[in-house]
């Protein structure tokens, strides 16, 4: 077992096998057919792979099946997370939650592949301090995420005999944050918004070794990153009507998340089998560091969006993440480069619920739009661009509590230079309690 532990000991081996393992998976067509897993919440994006995993999105559902990011408020019944401004707003407490499902399918010049992803959304609850003036919210949600699992199975000869062995690496964690801000209508037009909170990573990457021969016992080896910071981001937004006819509106909204640096730890550790049970070894003495520090990049995002009555609205957003500033002394690239990212969003949505109507279909919210996305990473001097069709669905009850179901379709990625192409599905369901399950206020 000498000749096998020792290769696989080095910390770096780590990083070194992921890539090595990409590159399995985009040239052998045995690999690629095992990244289907059961473990639905493993196995995502292999582009989650590079840095801290990949970007997340925290918009809500209705917001998300039109194409925008939820930076602007047109007949908007939900005031999510996106802009704290919009925590003024509110009259009812409210509590929201979002969960997706991600199929998608892999392919390069050589061969294709399924892989799967559940996602576990943000958490928000909405408490009106003072009605329709000054809001506060607590919530906790997801920034980057890494969902990853792939299996490589190989042989080595030991003693004159072939011995086979599977390795499957796995790659769970990314960055969060827990937020308590609150929104304050400055004026009849104007809102602020402040939003502090405590960011906290853990990634883990994990590696098990399971072999054909008895002489060769099962193994684990993990490497755990985490840390925490304090972060804070603004939010402004400002509202008009009657500007162009009678009973239209428009809608403005910008926030900014503030860079932050994080203290970094990592531990390395391998649980090895033996005749009396199972035995872990702690391993950190190997580090080159057992401390480095991260930053997170500067991000900003602005948009409009106009109403001209209150059945129907379009919104225009855009967002820019600087990730070419991005810096953190454990975790490399895995030779992607981080590059900054710019996101555009265009949709529309129809309230035909908002004029009194006996239909079946008129009960209902319809949205639909598109989406871009450049992506925060080139890698072999490509960009992991995106491109995605939205539409959705809304299901509203008498009071403000509501159900938004949405339905996308996206292209990630490219087949240039046998790079993967990633073709997702994803459906999104996200639920709005108001007055149901919370308080309800006194009439007067």
Wanted: include cysteine; hydrophobic fraction near 35%.
């Amino acid at each position: 077992m000498l000749t096998i532990s020792h290769t696989f000991t080095c910390i770096a081996s780590y990083k070194t096998l992921l890539l090595g393992l990409l590159f399995l998976f985009i040239s052998a067509p045995i690999t690629i057919a095992q990244v289907q897993s059961t473990n639905l919440y493993s196995s995502g994006s292999i582009y989650s792979a590079y840095g801290i995993g990949y970007p997340v999105e925290i918009e809500t559902g209705s917001a998300k099946s039109h194409g925008i990011f939820g930076i602007t408020s047109v007949n908007q019944e939900v005031a999510g997370l996106t802009n704290p401004a919009f925590w003024s707003q509110t009259y009812y407490t409210q509590g929201a939650s979002g969960l997706g499902l991600q199929s998608i399918e892999l392919k390069n010049t050589r061969t294709t592949g399924v892989s799967t992803l559940f996602e576990k959304g943000y958490l928000q609850l909405l408490f009106p301090i003072k009605s329709s003036e000054f809001g506060v919210s607590i919530g906790l949600y997801p920034v980057t995420r890494s969902n990853l699992k792939l299996i490589s199975t190989e042989e080595f000869l030991s003693y004159g005999d072939t011995v086979g062995y599977n390795s499957e690496l796995q790659q769970i964690g990314g960055l969060n944050k827990f937020e308590v801000g609150f929104g304050w209508e400055v004026n009849d037009q104007i809102s602020i918004g402040y939003a502090p909170s405590v960011a906290f990573f853990s990634l883990r990457t994990s590696e098990a070794f399971s072999f054909s021969s008895s002489l060769y016992s099962q193994q684990i080896q993990k490497l755990t990153i985490s840390g925490a910071a304090f972060s804070q981001r603004l939010g402004v937004a400002a509202s008009f009507r009657n500007v162009f006819r009678i009973q239209d509106k428009i809608s403005v909204g910008a926030t900014v998340n503030i860079p932050f640096n994080m203290t970094l730890r990592q531990n390395y550790s391998t649980e090895k089998e033996i005749e009396s049970g199972s035995k872990t070894v702690d391993l950190s003495n190997i580090l080159t560091s057992k401390k480095g520090a991260m930053r997170l990049p500067l991000e900003y995002a602005a948009g409009i969006g106009y109403a001209p009555h209150n059945r129907f609205n379009i919104s225009v957003e855009g967002q820019f993440q600087q990730w070419s500033d991005y810096t953190n002394d454990l975790i490399g690239n895995d030779g992607a480069i981080m590059a900054d990212r710019m996101r555009l969003g265009f949709g529309a949505q129809f309230h035909p619920y908002k004029k009194v109507q006996n239909g079946f279909f008129s009960r209902f919210k319809y949205s639909a739009g598109l989406s871009y996305d450049s992506g925060h990473i080139t890698v072999q001097g490509k960009e992991i661009r995106t491109l995605w069709l939205h539409t959705g669905l809304g299901i509203l009850s008498r009071s403000p509590s509501s159900i938004d179901l949405s339905l996308r379709y996206g292209f990630r990625g490219t087949t240039d230079g046998n790079l993967i192409k990633e073709n997702i599905w994803a459906i999104g369901l996200s639920v709005n309690l108001a007055e149901i399950m919370f308080l309800r206020p006194k009439l007067q």
